[in-house]
């Protein structure tokens, strides 16, 4: 990233911290294996065990509860297969929005999985909810995310817990894109296990957690090892997990509100066909998912990108490719609607001044876009 490009894709992956960095550097100093007695071995394990007290800490969690895995689509994984596996649930019920990883997890964990539907804002449906539990048979499972990627609206997570309770049914939150966005308190959101990553608040990518309950017996993706309390086997990705401990413990949550409500007031006042999707709910402060009638999202992206403003298309998987929004279909958006929504996300080490560059990029793009169309409509209307 150079000095003059503008970085505003925080949540497909936020920059590095500097303390991030540092911690890892002297991490692959020690070069030992945690799992060693003698020194180095010690030193590892160290290190292994502050981070895992620094992001228990930033989530009110106890340090046992976090298993540190390969990201925070391995910890989908683990949380949702593995309490099948487990014994712990013979169905599943997931939200309409869920990120693909937790899709794909529920959809191999060999069990029936009933999607929740999301109201026009992209908030789950708790009445539906609390009938779909009651009809069904066997112990259940519900995965409902605290903050969407895309749109960052927050769920009500502990209204589901309270709802799964009722029926004894188990709850896990994706929480990936609410830590360090909004308050994450394992306790208070009262759920059964909760996914994190590091590398969207400034730690590394391959590296994240699975927060869990105690007397939850996950089966483990991989056999091999008694690492991570037997459920992660395999020797501790040692830099990784300094990394995202050095990040959690930099972690101060910005009000990042009067930035991205600037951003928003300005684009919806002077670009005539703009949206922004999930306005109506609680969002995170950093997200806007921003619609421009019309207009592909990948258009828009690639014509910031070349203005040096990185942003994210609404609905890019990780091929790259750009898909009509699975989040905004699920939040009743049509297809050519779902097409065109970008998502601008702030973090860490955004600033005023990266939203004025945005904001000068987006206004210069969305005139010629519009230009281009009137003239455009004016030769249909000649030839018609
Ligand atoms: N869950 C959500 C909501 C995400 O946004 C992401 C990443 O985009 C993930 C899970 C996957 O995390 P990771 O990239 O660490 O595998």
Redesign the pocket.
Known sequence: MNAVSTYLDH??GAPIRPAAVEAMVAALAIGGNPSSVHRAGRLARRAIEEAREAVAAQCGAESSEVIFTG????A?NLALPGAVRGGHAARLLVSGIE?D??RAAAGGAGVPVTVLPVDRDGIVDLAELDRLLGEGQGPALVSV?LA??ETGVIQPVAEVARVARRHGALVHT?A??AFGKTLVDFPTLDVDMM?L????IGGP??V?ALVKRAGIDLVPLALGGGQEYGRRPGTENLAGIAGFGAAAKAERRRDLGPLRDRLEREVLAHVPGTRVFGAGAARVDNTSCIGLSGVKAETQVMALDLAGVSIGAGAACSSGKVRPSPVLIAMGEDEETARSAIRVSLGWNSEAADVERFLNAYMEFAGRALKARGLRGEKETHHG
């Open positions: 949540n497909a990201g925070g689509t391995e989908n990120h990883s937790v995310m969407n990627n994706d990936v894109q996914s990553s590091a590398h969207k990518a391959g994240g």
